[in-house]
């Protein structure tokens, strides 16, 4: 993969190290090209080197397997990304994730443009094309393994020698085995920034366990707690990784919770609320409703509540996304948890091509990022309230989650966590500053 500031090189032709910088320095050959466009333009001046020298490189060419830094390729515009999400502007999870993305990207002096798709794949993959294809191409690219449309996706990009970022879903087991490893097979594939979504429904599916649990009544006569469960589109990878985290939560947990059923709603609220109420109706004695997301978690409440049941004493609930509207459900005791934090991650993306484009080692920055969520209750709610809400984005400094920024931090820290702590760090100089 190729960024602005780099040069495809043979590994340990030690004629080609010296002479493509001094090429570059020469203004013969254009440094943000790659080295095969650089064989090319060499046909040129081939009677500077001779034939013989040309036929060598082409040669060699076909050998090249690494990268070649140079120093940063300075432009004189911002840098330009386009995330491709695949939904529609006003959507519960992409609207804030894009606006975060927005907030990272404006502050480390980047652009960014959104493009939705309409819960599409074929239309992303045409907006992915055109974008790619257009002569005024953007310096990177971001988008998630829609419906497994991720490798397409990713061949575009490579095709036309655009910088891409998978975030959010990746591709699945068998592709990613296919393709191998990001920066290999294509090269302008720089990563992947995803949430540990296995965890969010492994760990959802232990809290609500503990907290049916706590109340004799929720417990079955067999002496478990039953549990019906809400996923979201059947060939969602965050669908069928949160599905696997509960069901490894409830073998593991055998003799004190039971499985009933699990359905798909395709993550629609409303979707889910009928399909509740009829899952309810099969399983009356379940005392707890897991959810792949939010949404279809505020439709099971809607549904406990049609049954004439009371969410949040009768019925257990828990969904993942950690929205405004289910952090006030959680408030009013009707949800019992949300799993959050990766509406973070657009952000984190924008750092991690930010440091890329100015330079920063390809060592530093990880292939694959597999970022934990956090279990949002009624006990830390204050907590993560106040760090997804969107009006205090402006305030957060993304440089100190840069390693271009901080060169001695040892790593990147994507963590809600460490979002809290910097932000704690940056109130408390500004106090300190105003006495």
Not at 180 to 187: F, M, V, Y
Not at 249 to 270: C, T, Y
Request: proline share 4%; aromatic share 8%; glycine share 6%.
């Amino acid at each position: 993969m190729f960024r602005k500031d780099q040069m495809k090189a043979i590994e340990g032709d030690e004629t080609t190290l010296r002479l493509q910088p001094i090429l570059a320095e020469m203004r013969l050959i254009d440094p943000s090209r790659s080295f095969r466009s650089i064989v090319v333009g060499s046909l040129s001046f081939a009677s500077w080197f001779g034939l013989a020298f040309v036929a060598a490189m082409l040669t060699h060419a076909f050998q090249a397997n690494r990268l070649y830094g140079v120093e940063p390729f300075v432009q004189d515009k911002p840098y330009r990304i386009v995330l491709f999400t695949p939904r529609i502007p006003n959507d519960h999870f992409w609207g804030p994730f894009a606006e975060f993305m927005d907030e990272a990207a404006t502050d480390l002096g980047m652009e960014l443009e959104v493009q939705y798709a309409a819960s599409s794949r074929n239309l992303m993959q045409a907006q992915i094309l055109d974008v790619c294809a257009a002569q005024d191409k953007p310096d990177a690219i971001v988008f998630q393994s829609f419906k497994r449309g991720g490798v397409k996706f990713l061949k575009i990009a490579n095709r036309h020698e655009v910088t891409a970022l998978l975030v959010n879903a990746g591709l699945k087991k068998q592709l990613a085995e296919v393709i191998g490893e990001p920066r290999t097979s294509l090269p302008y594939w720089l990563g992947e920034v995803l949430p540990d979504d296995f965890e969010a429904g492994f760990h959802l599916a232990n809290a609500l366990i503990d907290e049916a649990r706590r109340v004799p009544q929720r417990i079955g006569e067999d002496g478990k707690v039953h549990i019906i469960g809400l996923i979201g589109v059947i060939s969602d990878g965050a669908s069928t990784q949160r599905l696997a985290g509960l069901q490894d939560a409830i073998a593991k947990r055998s003799d004190e919770a039971v499985l009933d059923q699990v359905v798909a709603a395709d993550w629609n609220e409303e979707l889910a609320r009928r399909r509740c109420r009829v899952l309810h109706r099969r399983y009356p004695d379940a005392s707890v409703v897991w959810s792949a997301s939010d949404p279809m978690a505020i439709g099971a409440v809607n549904a406990i509540s049609d049954r004439k049941l009371v969410p949040g004493k009768d019925v257990i609930i828990g969904g993942v996304d950690a929205t405004p509207e289910a952090m006030e459900l959680i408030e009013q005791g009707k949800m019992f948890a949300s799993v959050g934090g990766h509406v973070l991650d657009g952000g984190w993306a924008a750092v991690l091509l930010h440091d890329f484009f100015h330079g920063i080692d390809l060592d530093r920055i990880p292939k694959r990022s597999s970022l934990a969520m956090r279990l949002v209750t009624r006990e830390n709610l204050g907590t993560y309230r106040a760090i997804f809400d969107r009006s205090t984005w402006k305030d957060i400094d993304f440089r100190k989650f840069s390693l271009v920024h901080q060169p001695d931090q040892k790593g990147y820290q994507f963590d809600i966590r460490e979002l809290v702590t910097k932000q704690h760090q940056d109130q408390s100089q500004s106090a300190k500053l105003q006495e």
